[in-house]
């Protein structure tokens, strides 16, 4: 069921919520959180998409926040809230609200969001596309438990990294990050079958500018306490991580976005399926756990210093002329870390910091 609301108010959207659950027979809600999805016209329909998909795990109350500020000082000086609420059938199993706010509205959309909000319910507050430098301040960031960016969908990527540290408050995370946590488990996973072995130093390989790729190299760095080179190549996405040992290199390459090989001194070559992975399928694992990422967190604050931004290259071939390494080190290693390390912080939240690195660093990757 669909109905559409022009100059409306919070009061009449949520009356028209009980009117839209009583229509399609679902008068108790059922939801377990509210999801403020803040985005434009241009970007709405997938980031609804992706919401609904993600809420077929988690049933929730989504409200698109759609701001119009307007181009013209008449544009401006109206002050207009239209709204559309979608329930029931082709729809979801939660509901969608659209709040679309012209005017000088769209500076005070927290007055319009919080009526609206499931009572004694998290919420989790959404930027698809450009994220305010402080996502946890703001009409939007202040009433949400959990805060979602995506790095990979900024102008420049790796310098959005730096903003996301300079700004970070517990509760904040991004998709940049969510997309390696399969790696992660995979990598920890392999140096769980070598116990006692010594990482000396890491590769990790992907597209220029892709902020995935330089997370991986920083979690390797802060868990590991090694050099990682960053390896430039034309994709899609993260393509290979490397670990070198005594022993030999472990190495987990993906050259088709789908399937990956494992390769390990001493055991046979494996296959594992390493897709890439749709934006709904990273929102639910946002959504599984809504406690603040220690992880992420070690790793951004303790990494990002080792980005450097340069001019963006013409080409791949290019940037990996520019690019040599996330991590150089100017001193030795006192001890490098064991498998352990790694392993104890393959989950996407934990309990415990990472170590701070004893090497100095410098830049990751162009922009």
Known sequence: MKI???DTTSSKINAALVQARRAVGAPA???ILSMVIVTDEGSAYDAVKAAREASREHPMRILVVIRRPGKSPRARAVTRLDAEIQVGGDYGTGETILLRLNGELTAHADSVVLPLLLPDAPTVAWWPESAPEDVSQGTVGDLSQRRITDAA?????VHELSVRARHYHPGDTDLAWTRVTPWRSMLAAALDQKPGVKVTSAEVEGEAYNPSVELLGMWLADRLDVPVKRIVSEGP???????????????????????AHLRMPGS??????LKRRETAEL??????????????RATLLHGVQRLTVTEKPASAKDAAEQVEEIIDGTEPATAPASSSSASSSSSSSSGSEAPKPR????GGSAK
């Open 359 to 362: 090497r100095t660093a410098k």
């Open 237 to 259: 996405g993260l393509t290979a991580a490397r670990l070198n040992t005594p022993e030999g290199q472990i190495e987990l390459d993906r050259s088709d976005g789908l399937l």
């Open 268 to 273: 046979p070559d494996r296959q594992v399926a």
């Open 4 to 6: 559409e609301l022009t």
């Open 283 to 296: 929102i639910a694992e946002e959504l599984r756990r809504l406690d603040p990422d220690d992880v992420y």
């Open 29 to 31: 809600t059922g939801m």
């Open 153 to 157: 969908a900024a102008e420049d990527p």
